[in-house]
């Protein structure tokens, strides 16, 4: 079984089964269980506040609306973010502005949501692991499960190995022979401690039995330039930002680190396929600040699934080499979020990773 990272699956430590240079571990799905709504409320002065819940449920959105995503311009949140906007935006009636917070893998982004007023007009556009990692790795991070509310998950998606074109390798296997031989030469970029790309890192080099030095950034977008420029050897970077580089020649694609190869670089093979049982998979989601009003949250959760049966979305995930979502109920994602934040609170002291 694979050594899977996703929010899925966790990995280190004495309770994973080892082979030489291979780590592995699986563990089950839990049953999803549909959470019951709230119970109604008496009669009295309470019964005058449904017509405004059904108010704000119908009106949404009252003005324009702000996708901040917590990193800079350039990454795979922020892509995403912003082809999702454009198909959302005129289906709402209202413009959608991409609002880049990058700093602290994205915890600056959560804070500035999680501080916003509670109206749905602001919204997360996050990687899963601003929500599920940070708080366990971030001395001081805020409490994103009860700041936070979760309203759907927009994409599914692994990485790709990318390393400078000028780096003599090919294949993973023949990086992983550079590391043995050279291992105080070579380092890796990340968009910041705890963010799926450090963890993939990590745990690739942990699988291959080598050191690589971390260096981490405030976004994909600057963590994959320096590897480009030369500056930095490797990266393990959302697709977005990276299939245009390796097809423009600016970056060399080694692996993808899902199950499977993927439509926008079919010749790329997988981890597994050279003898890497590593799987590192994520996604992206839409959050709310937390005491937004469910109206307003089903509301949102329902036109943006809208959007995403948009011809369009499926052509822009096939390009940026992203997959679909598990179709999950809004209650369904929030439990989902807050059953991997709980095993990841877990999970992650066997990794002592921490805030640089």
């Known amino acids: 079984m694979p050594l899977a ?6 990995l280190l430590g004495d309770m994973i089964r080892r082979q030489p240079g291979i780590a592995s571990y699986s563990r089950p799905e839990e049953t999803m269980k549909t959470l019951t709504r709230r119970s109604t409320v008496g009669l009295g002065a309470t019964a ?4 405004g819940l059904a108010r704000a449920q119908a009106t949404w959105p009252n003005g324009p609306v702000t996708f901040v995503v917590g990193y800079a311009a350039g990454g795979g949140a922020d892509i995403n973010a912003r082809e999702l906007a454009n198909i959302e935006s005129p289906m709402i009636g209202q413009q959608i502005v991409v609002d880049n917070k990058g700093g602290a893998a994205g915890s600056v982004g959560a804070r500035v949501v999680a501080a916003a ?8 556009y996050a990687v899963g692991t601003n929500v599920i990692i940070n708080p366990w790795v971030q001395k001081g991070m805020i409490d994103t499960l009860a700041t936070l509310a979760p309203i759907c998950q927009t994409t599914d998606y692994q ?5 400078n074109p000028k780096v003599p390798v090919k294949t993973a296997a023949e990086l992983v022979a550079l590391a043995k031989k050279d291992p105080e030469k070579l380092t890796y970029s990340s968009s910041g401690v705890g963010g799926n790309n450090h963890l993939a890192g990590a745990l690739f080099a942990d699988a291959a039995g080598i050191k690589i030095t971390h260096v981490p950034y405030k976004g994909t977008g600057p ?4 590897v480009i ?5 490797m990266n393990f970077s959302s697709l977005p930002p990276a299939v245009g580089q390796v097809k423009g020649g600016n970056l060399k694609a080694l692996a993808v680190t899902g199950e499977k190869r993927i439509k926008s670089m079919p010749d790329v093979p997988t981890l597994k396929e050279q003898g890497i049982d590593v799987v590192v998979n994520g996604w992206h989601g839409l959050f709310a600040p937390g005491k937004t009003p469910d109206a307003i949250l089903d509301k949102i959760a329902a036109d943006t699934k809208a959007a995403m049966k948009d011809p369009r979305w499926d052509q822009a995930l096939a390009k940026d080499g992203l997959e679909m979502p598990p179709d999950r109920t809004r209650a369904q994602f929030a439990k989902f979020v807050a059953d991997e934040h709980k095993f990841w609170g877990a999970k992650l002291k066997e990794l002592k990773v921490e805030m640089e």
Do not use: H, M, N, W
């Not at 007023?117 to 997360?124: A, Y």
């Not at 990485?159 to 390393?163: A, E």
């Not at 420029?229 to 050897?233: E, L």
């Open 223 to 226: 963590a994959l330039a320096d």
């Open 117 to 124: 007023k509670p109206d749905g007009q602001t919204l997360f």
């Open 159 to 163: 990485y790709v190995l990318v390393v």
């Open 229 to 233: 420029s030369g500056v930095i050897t």
């Open 48 to 51: 005058l506040l449904l017509p």
């Open 5 to 10: 990272l996703g929010l899925r699956e966790v």
